[in-house]
């Protein structure tokens, strides 16, 4: 091929591109151009679905909640407000998704609510407390520290009574605050880390006198999460250390605040209850839903091309885990599903029930089946229920015979 005959090609492809890409580009653009315009709408007791459809339709853009968005809030599509918006879209926007800690995502035809990631401090559906909560540990001060009181000085601060846990923790946050009012010194010392001389930090607590005050006024003031930032449980760096708001399942409970290793909490985070349902959905977007929900990275095996397949299932109140587990067993796919990370490969199996989009093909033309029939199987005493649905091609010759008498039936055949 000479040079003129491939810059004509490269030209023609560079040109296709473009042409294929500026509408989505244009449309991006137009979203953005709306959410800088200013708005004006003010809304009443009224569901988060219905309060976004409103502003959609006063701002002249489509907004959507994605199902992780749905899962996050205390009542989901339900969960109600009341909403005074002005200014800029962006702005106002913003401001009311931060009660919830929310965020959204500009696509090229709709804008979509996503969880914050803060949300991670809270395990499964959130409660209306337990987000006034997780905004009090991020927005509300310590101005005050009482000295060897934290639970006092945290308390006062959030206007709360709230219990750190492990107890341990509650010594790490105190000697924070300490450095934090000059009343503990900071120095280095050489330990053996197996076998090998590691300079660590040591504090060393300056001598008190009686008459020194018992009250001190933090020259910075700090917000609770910035001390559980550098906080670490046992063998483990602040890195590698997470914490997290428990749930308040009775009235008058006191909120807790745990603090684990990514370890454990990675495990609690695939422990989390959830409810599922999906119609005919591909494989791949089912097992990205599950992990994006679990907070793991999805690893598909070479080969397994989960999107060309496809599956319906529901099921309510179940672990993300089994749920995974469960998707992947009626999906014949492998499975291994780690703390961090969950791996999939199609190799040596043939998925079933779930089908091929391309199974069926004439002249080249892509042939969908529908469905014919679905089986709901209750698990654990009907906590959830997992579901089958039937095309034709799944029937047995005799199950086909009897259907086909059944629609007779029904249609009035004879």
Known sequence: MNTKSFMKISVAVLISVILFTSPAKAQNQQ???KLSKEISIRLSDVTIGNALENIGQKAGVKIVLSEEAVWKLPYGEATRLSV???????????EMLNAFFMRYAVGEEEITIYPRPEMEHILGRPSAKQLELLKAIYTKTINVYHLDQVQKTINGALDEQILISPINMQFQLNSL?????????????????????????????????????????????????????????TGFGPEN????????????????????NSNEFHTLRLKQKIDVSYSDQALDKIFQDLANRAGVSLIVG???QLHEYSL??????????????NIAEMAGVECEVRTDYIMLSLRNRNPAPAKSKNENKDSGKIITEGYVGKISIPMEDGKYFI??????????????KIRAEKMKQVLGEH
């Open 387 to 400: 579901e089958f649905m039937l095309r034709e091609s799944d029937l047995t010759d005799e199950l086909k």
């Open 241 to 260: 250390t997470r914490w997290y708001i428990s749930g308040m399942d009775f009235q008058g409970q006191t909120p807790e605040v745990h603090v684990v």
């Open 84 to 94: 005074s918006l002005s200014g800029p879209l962006a702005d106002s926007l913003t």
């Open 31 to 33: 979203l953005q151009e």
């Open 302 to 304: 070479t080969g397994s």
């Open 312 to 325: 319906s299932a529901s099921m309510q109140n179940i672990e993300i885990k089994q749920a995974i587990r």
């Open 177 to 233: 605050l300490r450095q934090l009012v000059g009343k503990e010194k900071v120095g280095t010392e050489t330990v053996l880390y197996n076998g090998r001389p590691v300079e660590v930090e040591k504090k060393y607590e300056i001598e008190s006198i009686e008459s020194e005050p018992k009250e001190y006024i933090l020259p910075t003031p700090v917000t609770l999460v910035q001390l559980l930032n550098q906080v670490a449980v």
